[in-house]
């Protein structure tokens, strides 16, 4: 086996991002083969390997047991993994895994629902968020205000916001009137707030926000908010291929958990887990054209009566 950096095998294995690793690392937190090392060391199987003198089993490092699941994030929940407030967070809807740990690739805020991506690999979660990257993230906007063809053209052309110029690829008229007018958007970045900030920027309120799309993975339909499922194989390797990686043959995935899982009582906003609203209008489908959608669905489905969580 060819040695590789003893972070990107750490971050394989879920221990945490490359970034958090080398710090550890630099901290003096791991050891290989008895002796504490640096950045920059490589690793290869046989290597013995301790964090903070524990053993990381082999087969946590070298075998490559790689899952990506889905969530359907709804409003009222936090993307930390303990929240000082005490808040419902997205890591409390998610399955358990043996011996590693869910990490995020990206985030949304509070009142911000949609698709969120976890992988149990370091390595891609931080290639697949990096700027470098580009990854696309395709958003469903309601705003309130008038939107005119010159707003448009400024969120195209480039906004410039507190932290410096940012700007949409693309943004399509996806329906509605007055208070239910929907956009679709796309940028390639993940800044704070940054489609909100965009659209307040050019004198428009955003009312409500979903993420609908992440690079080649869009939020199914039928998913319903506090869910969550596995990945295809084929949609794990068109992530490891955007983000540089080796595909895999095939994805772990443990079929004794069910697909879909909900939030549990305790972490559910009141009034906003399971019910179908305008959200199911907004949902992008699989093709990621946007200038195939029927805005017409957008506009009847905003004023839906919303159905019970079962």
């Not at 696309?136 to 110029?165: C, F, H, N, Q, S």
């Not at 929907?182 to 920027?201: F, K």
């Not at 969550?228 to 995935?253: C, F, H, K, M, R």
Request: net charge positive; hydrophobic share 35%.
């Amino acid at each position: 086996m060819t040695a590789e950096r003893l972070q990107k095998v750490l971050a394989r294995a879920g221990l945490g991002s490359r970034r958090e690793l080398e710090q550890w690392i630099t901290a003096g937190r791991v050891s290989v083969n008895g002796q504490i090392v640096g950045v920059g060391t490589t690793v290869k199987e046989g290597d013995v390997v301790r964090v903070d003198g524990r053993l990381v089993p082999a087969g946590r490092l070298f075998a490559r047991k790689l899952r990506v699941i889905g969530f359907h994030k709804p409003v009222g929940l936090v993307c930390t993994r303990k929240d000082e407030q005490g808040r419902p967070t997205v890591y409390e809807a998610l399955p358990r895994v043996a011996g590693g740990r869910w990490l995020s690739i990206g985030r949304l805020d509070l009142t911000t629902s949609g698709l969120l991506l976890f992988t149990t690999e370091g390595e891609l979660a931080h290639r697949l968020m990096h700027p470098s990257t580009g990854v696309e993230r395709e958003y469903a906007v309601r705003v309130l205000g008038t939107v005119t063809p010159a707003m448009i053209e400024r969120l195209k052309g480039g906004v410039l916001l507190d932290d410096g110029e940012a700007r949409f690829d693309d943004v399509v008229d996806a329906g509605g009137s007055g208070a239910n007018h929907w956009y679709h958007v796309i940028l390639r970045e993940g800044r704070n707030r940054e489609v909100r900030r965009l659209w307040d920027a050019v004198g428009v309120t955003v009312s409500r926000l979903i993420r609908v799309r992440y690079g080649p993975i869009a939020l199914p339909r039928e998913q319903r908010g506090g869910h969550w499922w596995e990945l295809s194989p084929v949609e794990v390797n068109q992530l490891l291929v955007i983000a540089g990686l080796a595909p895999t043959d095939g994805a772990t995935v443990d079929q004794s958990v069910r697909r879909r899982d909900r939030v549990p009582r305790s972490g559910r906003p009141q009034g906003k887990l399971g019910k179908r609203s305008s959200a199911d209008a907004a949902k992008s489908p699989r093709s990621t054209d946007m200038a195939k959608r029927k805005p017409a669905r957008t506009a009847r489905a905003a004023d839906r009566k919303p159905r019970r969580p079962h």
